[in-house]
């Protein structure tokens, strides 16, 4: 059959990766690989979301995860 199906996986793994190394790339590199890194997390999202291997929601809640883990790998509030 040719049926377009969008699989519910929350959240989207490949979201997460790719958001994540972009945020790490940018935060921790020079000038030369920030601003790859902007394009590939702001292009993620929607390529993700065409091909219809997950929701929209699913592709938002992985990059708010990203942010999430950013956050306790940059910033350290516990002091590890």
Do not use: W
Not at 2 to 18: I, K, T
């Amino acid at each position: 059959t040719n049926e377009a199906l969008c699989l519910d996986y929350m959240y989207s793994g490949h979201v997460f990766n790719c958001m994540l190394f972009s945020m790490l790339a940018f935060y921790y590199s020079d000038t030369f690989l920030r601003y790859p890194a902007i394009v590939l997390a702001i292009a993620s999202i929607p390529t993700v979301s065409m091909s219809r291997l997950h929701y929209t929601s699913d592709t938002v809640v992985g990059a708010a995860f990203a942010f999430m883990v950013l956050a306790l790998v940059v910033y350290d509030p516990v002091g590890v």
